[in-house]
Antibody, heavy 126, light 111 residues
Framework: QVQLVESGGGVVQPGRTLILSCAAS????????MHWVRQAPGKGLEWVAI????????YYADSVKGRFIISRDNGKNTLYLQMNSLRPEDTAVYYC???????????????????WGKGTTVTVSS | DIVMTQSPLSLPVTPGEPASISCRSS???????????LDWYLQKPGQSPQLLIY???YRASGVPDRFSGSGSGTDFTLKISRVEAEDVGVYYC????????FGQGTRLEIK
């Protein structure tokens, strides 16, 4: 089963840019839809973004739309989250997750958040 | 945007007793194919979240059968038939009909 390791977190000033990475252990990474989910200190989970297996489709939470960019390099088995114009409210642990798949007999499929990394911490503070 | 509301937010339970968590969505999660696009996740202390239930009632691989999911449309329930100490953590429902949205979380603790 794929294993995920996030990196790139740290302390950054408001308005700056930070790029997170999520390295996958399996070569089948290219077949997985991928997600980013975050958790502010002491708070609940917040879904952030999703990217299709080939990178052609991307969707974002309203709270990050226009500021964050999700991308992937299937040749490097790596998922990215470029976070621009960072705000203090972006302070959180950021998790990447694979999308597991249930195939409907009638066609189509359902995706659930299957394998999660351990997360990387981002602190936005002056 | 679909809003997910869980109750209760805190749930103290005696080991061996049942537990129930409610999740309501601001719009129906019943897709045209008859499936409900709702998951349940558990985040144990100090750990990443893990999938418990998908499509409203399908137990994920390796999840004990004391966990069950039910409901349809806008009202869903996660039930634990007999709570064990290892079930401590925060439980989240999540809709998957339109991108994704989590509920606020329900913290289960042992009495």
């Amino acid at each position: 089963q794929v294993q995920l390791v996030e990196s790139g977190g740290g302390v950054v000033q408001p308005g700056r840019t930070l790029i997170l990475s999520c390295a996958a252990s399996e070569f089948t990474f290219r077949t997985y839809v991928m997600h980013w989910v975050r958790q502010a200190p002491g708070k609940g989970l917040e879904w952030v973004a999703i990217i299709s297996h080939d990178g052609t489709n991307r969707y974002y939470a309203d709270s990050v739309k226009g500021r964050f960019i999700i991308s992937r390099d299937n040749g490097k088995n790596t998922l990215y989250l470029q976070m621009n114009s960072l705000r203090p409210e972006d302070t959180a642990v950021y998790y990447c997750a694979t999308e597991g798949r249930y195939d409907f007999s009638s066609g189509g499929y359902y995706g659930f958040l299957d394998v999660w990394g351990k997360g990387t911490t981002v602190t936005v503070s002056s | 945007d679909i809003v997910m509301t869980q109750s209760p937010l805190s749930l103290p339970v005696t080991p061996g007793e049942p537990a129930s968590i409610s999740c309501r969505s601001s719009q129906s999660l019943l897709y045209s194919n008859g499936y409900n696009f709702l998951d349940w996740y558990l985040q144990k202390p100090g750990q990443s979240p893990q999938l418990l239930i998908y499509l409203g009632s399908y137990r994920a691989s390796g999840v004990p059968d004391r966990f069950s999911g039910s409901g349809s449309g806008t009202d869903f329930t996660l039930k634990i038939s007999r709570v064990e100490a290892e079930d401590v953590g925060v439980y989240y429902c999540m809709q998957a009909l339109e991108t994704r949205t989590f509920g606020q979380g329900t913290r289960l603790e042992i009495k």
